[in-house]
C-alpha cells in the first residue's frame, strides 16, 4: 500500500535525497506456522479477529533500536497533532505498527509500544494509511524536505489558527477578482488582512481552536 505513495512527490523526493529513509516490513515474515497466521479469533468471542502477539512482538523487536520510539496507530490513540510531528521529526528512528482487523492483543501494547496515536475519530481497515499520513506530516519538518522553509511559518495550526485564501495569477477569472491588498505591494496591510483572514475562518470553521486562541491570546 505503500509503495507508490513513497515514491512520489515531496517525500518521495526527500527519500531519494536521502533525507529521510522508510523500510516497510511485513509482519507475516515472522510467522512461524506453516499458514503464516498473524491473527486469530478472539478470547470471549466476538466479532473479528486480532492480531497475534507472538509475530508482531518478533517483528518489532527485529527491527527496532536502542532509543527509538514504537508507535502503534490506533482509534483509541492520542490524537495526532502539528506539535506532535514536529516531535517526531526529531526522532533518529521511529517504528510505526499498523494494527489489522479489530485490532492487536493487548500484551503487544504493553511490552513493546511506547506510543499510541489516532489520526481521527473514525476507523479505517487497516492502520497503514495513518502511518503514511504521519510520515509525510512529520517529513515536513525535516530540514531539507521542502524546498521553500518559509512555508512553515505561513500555514494552518503552526500559529494556532488556520490558513488566510491563497490567490495568484490571473488577477481577474470568471468575474472573481483578487483582493485589491494582495496586489499594492504594502506588505504591512497584506500581513493585517491575512491576519484578519485567519481570525475569521477560524471562527467560523473551527469554534474550539478559535475559543483557545481567544483564551490565549487574552493571558497574553
Same mark, same amino acid.
Given at each position: ?85 514536529? $516531535? @517526531?521529526?526529531?526522532? &533518529?528512528?521511529?517504528?510505526? #505498527?499498523?494494527?489489522?482487523?479489530? =485490532?492487536?492483543?493487548?500484551?503487544? /501494547? ?61 488577477? $481577474? @477569472?470568471?468575474?472573481? &477578482?483578487?483582493?485589491?491588498? #494582495?496586489?499594492?505591494?504594502?506588505? =504591512?496591510?497584506?500581513?493585517?488582512? /491575512? ?26
Amino acid at each position: 500500500m505503500l509503495d507508490g505513495f513513497l515514491a512520489e512527490s515531496i517525500l518521495g523526493k526527500g527519500i531519494a535525497k536521502q533525507l529521510l529513509e522508510v523500510e516497510v516490513r511485513d509482519i507475516r515474515d515472522w510467522c512461524t506456522d506453516k499458514h503464516r497466521a498473524a491473527d486469530d479469533r478472539p478470547f470471549g468471542g466476538g466479532a473479528g479477529m486480532v492480531m497475534k502477539p507472538e509475530p508482531a512482538i518478533a517483528a518489532i523487536e527485529a527491527v527496532q533500536t536502542p532509543g527509538c520510539r514504537r508507535i502503534y496507530l490506533t482509534p483509541d490513540g492520542t490524537p495526532f497533532s502539528d506539535s506532535m510531528a514536529r $516531535e @517526531f521529526a526529531t526522532e &533518529s528512528h521511529l517504528v510505526f #505498527l499498523s494494527g489489522h482487523y479489530e =485490532g492487536i492483543d493487548q500484551r503487544i /501494547r504493553d511490552s513493546v509500544i511506547d506510543q499510541e496515536v489516532s489520526i481521527g475519530d473514525y476507523v479505517l481497515t487497516n492502520g497503514t494509511l495513518p502511518a503514511a499520513v504521519i510520515i509525510d506530516a512529520l517529513a515536513r519538518f525535516i530540514p531539507g524536505v521542502l524546498g521553500d522553509e518559509k512555508s512553515l511559518t505561513h500555514e494552518s495550526f503552526t500559529g494556532k489558527l488556520l490558513d488566510f485564501p491563497q490567490y495568484t495569477r490571473p488577477a $481577474e @477569472f470568471r468575474g472573481m &477578482s483578487v483582493p485589491d491588498v #494582495l496586489t499594492q505591494g504594502n506588505h =504591512g496591510e497584506i500581513e493585517k488582512w /491575512r491576519t484578519a483572514q485567519c481570525v475569521e475562518k477560524t471562527r467560523h470553521v473551527r469554534p474550539d481552536l478559535f475559543k483557545k486562541y481567544r483564551h490565549e491570546s487574552d493571558h497574553q
